[in-house]
């Protein structure tokens, strides 16, 4: 049903919802036990909204159901078992021991995973008083948004302590890993599955800073620069970027080419993806699209930091519409419905 590093769209959703519906309650409730909190809400919204559907839509996803079935094959039903066995044999259980919680490091974080499942304030409720550096290793296991809304209910001091951190944080030893889930799966309810991430870096701090608006953006980065200004301007540079625009969707797209001047679009674009001017043509009328088009190709050569320039002025009003809640990124799941 979830298949990873693919996105999401309504025509899978919708897919997945027929195909779960046709299974029955028993059958359903098992495949939802194996997906993630995002997944089953967004499955269960969809499901709720349909009320019909033709019997040739139905044929055609269960047809598509069973051709992907049918091409993928089960080699291993225990794969951290079959890869313990392995190197047991192969190395002898002393070496073999070394390399095996290295290789499964972050397959056992039930006790962390469980926190996707609760709303943020219950979760900074549960870590405010924890060392900073501790909260820093957990939020880097959760989705940036979580991370950043659980992050908005600390205070000021504490949210730039943990964030320098997660910038900062490179890797958590096995060992320390497990004794922080056992903690927590002492408090909650443990999960089923886990998803590998990398832990930590400069990347996963500016995602979550991405999440937060500008006013708490500006108070981390400012903190983080008085620490280490290196620091800072990296964190600066990964954060939202022209080529995120591909992570509005198109009613996104729409409001941000409301409030942009089409000189201004031109130039900006003369720096853009062929995919990225693609979504933007898409989303003008026939006559405004074929007109940039033209722009576009007589414009003569343009100094890159006057691309710059306009791109970061465009991003100006992404963020200004970000904060006034008339666009949002796109949250970033990796999980697709057939």
Known sequence: MAKEN???????????????MSLGEEEAAEVFKHLQPKEVQRLGETIAKMKAVSRERFTGVLDKFIAMAESESMLVADTD?????????????????LLIDRILQGSDVSGIESLKWMDAQ???ELLRNEHPQ???????????????DILKQFTERQRNEVMIR?????????????????VLSKVLAGGERSRKASLGGIKPAADILNMMGSAIETSVIDYVREADADLAQKITDSMFT???????????????????????LVIALKGATPE???????????????????????????????????????????????????????????????
């Open 242 to 264: 022209f080529d995120d625009l591909d992570k509005l969707d198109d009613k996104g797209i729409q409001a941000l080419l409301k409030e942009v001047q089409t000189e201004s």
């Open 134 to 148: 501790i909260v820093a290793a957990i939020v880097v296991h959760l989705e940036s948004d979580q991370a950043a």
């Open 276 to 338: 990225m001017r693609e979504k933007v043509f898409k989303n003008m009328s026939s006559r405004a699209a074929e007109t940039l088009r033209e722009d576009l190709e007589s414009r003569g050569p343009v100094r890159l930091s006057e691309v710059e320039e306009q791109q970061k002025e465009m991003l100006k009003v992404v963020r200004r519409l970000m904060d006034e809640g008339t666009i949002q990124l796109s949250s970033g799941g990796d999980d697709q419905f057939v």
């Open 166 to 182: 997660v910038a900062t944080l490179d890797g958590i030893q096995p060992a320390a890993l497990k004794d922080l889930n056992e």
């Open 6 to 20: 693919t996105s999401f769209d309504d025509n899978g959703l919708e897919e997945a919802a027929i195909l779960l």
């Open 122 to 124: 219950s979760v900074a």
């Open 81 to 97: 078992e079959y890869v313990k066995s392995v190197l047991r044999k192969a190395l002898g259980n002393d070496k073999a021991n």
